[in-house]
């Protein structure tokens, strides 16, 4: 496509000359322009309540579920074009979609404008289409960022209570909450719900396209695997065989790329679901000396951190740009509280802060002392453009203050960006240019003031 703006009444690229209209594939009634010529706001179809996919290259739209564009001169990947996060990104690598830090935020006295919404008794939150949805007090919630309209409140069957740290999965049309005895699916809407499995949650993920799922039915460990379709109370779901040895272990979670999803076994190896052929195989097998801790998703291959006597080791699986894979000591001890993997840097933080570059093989270029207090969470900021490269978002409770700074590592300085008192603090992630953190009784969101 030539990329031309388009209005809302061109049928025809007056540039190109490409069709660039097309009937709702929900109702086959509106006719939408393609979304490579306008922003994401007309996603949702209006009369069946669905929120649709859009190819990546081309812009066509589809039904949910649908993984590449059907035009043969195209073949681009079909997915939302809505960003969505609950806590950790679905690859494991961090709690991040598109947050450019505002330099206004790198001063003494940052600029910023502070917008809350209250849930008592919060478990969990999702964002999607420009939307916050909460798990609260036996009921699901979602508010509208885009406006002030009142939240929406969905009370939940029997009182349902969240069971393990996967809390919220984002399923094509539905969330999935993670109960103490179900998963269960509920609509974007917030008009119905539906079982989606009866059992004991031990780990939830979900990609735009495959739901993975392990739980405890009659004592023993069930591995579920659900694709994505147009109808989310339809779902395709099936029990997936898999060896003993490939149970997930005892606190584990699943991490996932576009075709697999990966966790670690029982046995300490990592294990892989083929998402298309739902076949369970070994993906690395147990080490010889340590143990994993930790695992995320590459494009190729996963990644793990393991304790080896003590110390932290990274390791990157063989792949094709890596044949023989990757093991790097970062000599940090093992009280590992998190860490994050971009583009550029693999960041661990301990006792120390670490950052180890990509493009040097890993080698440790900087370390700090992390700011004082308790962590509860991170998320990394991109920085484009700025002096000191990307920065690290901490969220610190010390005493009664809560605090979120921004680390930088080069300087070695840790600013403080926001602070307040007497909230229990639970979890922090920055979406489309907004940290949002959220607490025991509501959510606040943080974003730069405009002048």
Same mark, same amino acid.
């Given at each position: 496509?030539?990329?031309?703006?388009?209005?809302?009444?061109?049928?025809?690229?007056?540039?190109?000359?490409?069709?660039?209209?097309?009937?709702?594939?929900?109702?086959?009634?509106?006719?939408?322009?393609?979304?490579?010529?306008?922003?994401?706001?007309?996603?949702?179809?209006?009369?069946?309540?669905?929120?649709?996919?859009?190819?990546?290259?081309?812009?066509?739209?589809?039904?949910?579920?649908?993984?590449?564009?059907?035009?043969?001169?195209?073949?681009?990947?079909?997915?939302?074009?809505?960003?969505?996060?609950?806590?950790?990104?679905?690859?494991?690598?961090?709690?991040?979609?598109?947050?450019?830090?505002?330099?206004?935020?790198?001063?003494?006295?940052?600029?910023?404008?502070?917008?809350?919404?209250?849930?008592?008794?919060?478990?969990?939150?999702?964002?999607?289409?420009?939307?916050?949805?909460?798990?609260?007090?036996?009921?699901?919630?979602?508010?509208?960022?885009?406006?002030?309209?009142?939240?929406?409140?969905?009370?939940?069957?029997?009182?349902?209570?969240?069971?393990?740290?996967?809390?919220?999965?984002?399923?094509?049309?539905?969330?999935?909450?993670?109960?103490?005895?179900?998963?269960?699916?509920?609509?974007?809407?917030?008009?119905?719900?539906?079982?989606?499995?009866?059992?004991?949650?031990?780990?939830?993920?979900?990609?735009?396209?495959?739901?993975?799922?392990?739980?405890?039915?009659?004592?023993?460990?069930?591995?579920?695997?659900?694709?994505?379709?147009?109808?989310?109370?339809?779902?395709?779901?099936?029990?997936?065989?898999?060896?003993?040895?490939?149970?997930?272990?005892?606190?584990?979670?699943?991490?996932?790329?576009?075709?697999?999803?990966?966790?670690?076994?029982?046995?300490?190896? #990592?294990? +892989?679901?083929?998402?298309?052929? /739902?076949? $369970?195989?070994? *993906?690395?097998?147990?080490?010889? %000396? @340590?143990?994993?801790?930790?695992?995320?998703?590459?494009?190729?291959?996963?990644?793990?951190?393991?304790?080896?006597?003590?110390?932290?080791?990274?390791?990157?699986?063989?792949?094709?740009?890596?044949?023989?894979?990757?093991?790097?000591?970062?000599?940090?001890?093992?009280?590992?509280?998190?860490?994050?993997?971009?583009?550029?840097?693999?960041?661990?933080?301990?006792?120390? #802060?670490? +950052?180890?570059?990509?493009?040097? /093989?890993? $080698?440790?270029? *900087?370390?700090?002392?992390?700011? %004082? @207090?308790?962590?509860?969470?991170?998320?990394?900021?991109?920085?484009?453009?700025?002096?000191?490269?990307?920065?690290?978002?901490?969220?610190?409770?010390?005493?009664?203050?809560?605090?979120?700074?921004?680390?930088?590592?080069?300087?070695?300085?840790?600013?403080?960006?926001?602070?307040?008192?007497?909230?229990?603090?639970?979890?922090?992630?920055?979406?489309?240019?907004?940290?949002?953190?959220?607490?025991?009784?509501?959510?606040?969101?943080?974003?730069? *003031?405009?002048?």
């Amino acid at each position: 496509m030539c990329k031309k703006e388009l209005k809302q009444t061109d049928r025809f690229c007056s540039q190109c000359g490409l069709e660039v209209k097309m009937d709702c594939p929900a109702c086959g009634e509106d006719e939408r322009l393609w979304l490579a010529t306008i922003d994401h706001s007309t996603e949702r179809c209006a009369n069946h309540n669905i929120y649709l996919y859009a190819c990546e290259k081309c812009g066509r739209w589809y039904l949910p579920g649908v993984r590449q564009c059907e035009d043969p001169s195209c073949k681009g990947s079909v997915r939302s074009p809505s960003p969505s996060l609950s806590g950790r990104r679905w690859d494991g690598r961090g709690r991040t979609l598109s947050f450019d830090l505002p330099a206004s935020w790198l001063g003494s006295t940052p600029a910023l404008n502070e917008r809350e919404w209250k849930f008592p008794g919060l478990h969990a939150t999702l964002y999607a289409h420009d939307r916050i949805y909460a798990w609260h007090q036996g009921s699901l919630s979602y508010q509208n960022l885009l406006n002030d309209t009142p939240s929406k409140l969905y009370p939940l069957p029997g009182n349902v209570i969240p069971h393990g740290k996967d809390l919220l999965c984002l399923f094509g049309g539905a969330v999935i909450l993670a109960g103490s005895s179900e998963f269960l699916a509920v609509d974007l809407g917030l008009n119905n719900d539906l079982k989606l499995y009866e059992c004991e949650p031990l780990a939830q993920a979900a990609n735009f396209w495959w739901w993975v799922a392990w739980g405890e039915k009659d004592g023993k460990r069930v591995l579920l695997l659900a694709a994505v379709t147009g109808q989310w109370d339809i779902p395709d779901l099936q029990e997936v065989e898999a060896p003993e040895d490939a149970e997930i272990t005892p606190g584990g979670r699943i991490v996932m790329n576009d075709h697999s999803a990966y966790w670690i076994g029982k046995d300490n190896a #990592i294990w +892989r679901l083929s998402l298309e052929g /739902g076949i $369970v195989e070994q *993906a690395a097998k147990p080490l010889a %000396v @340590g143990k994993r801790r930790d695992i995320w998703a590459d494009k190729e291959v996963p990644g793990s951190l393991c304790d080896n006597r003590g110390v932290l080791e990274f390791i990157l699986e063989p792949s094709q740009k890596q044949p023989y894979g990757k093991t790097v000591q970062t000599g940090i001890y093992v009280n590992c509280n998190d860490f994050f993997l971009d583009e550029e840097y693999l960041w661990i933080i301990g006792r120390k #802060i670490g +950052r180890y570059p990509q493009g040097d /093989g890993f $080698v440790p270029n *900087a370390h700090m002392d992390p700011p %004082v @207090g308790i962590w509860v969470s991170g998320c990394i900021a991109e920085n484009r453009g700025k002096v000191g490269g990307k920065k690290l978002v901490t969220l610190i409770k010390d005493t009664n203050i809560t605090r979120i700074s921004v680390v930088d590592i080069s300087a070695g300085t840790a600013p403080i960006l926001w602070q307040t008192d007497n909230i229990e603090p639970k979890g922090l992630f920055a979406v489309n240019n907004c940290l949002y953190m959220y607490h025991q009784n509501g959510l606040i969101e943080l974003r730069e *003031a405009r002048k």
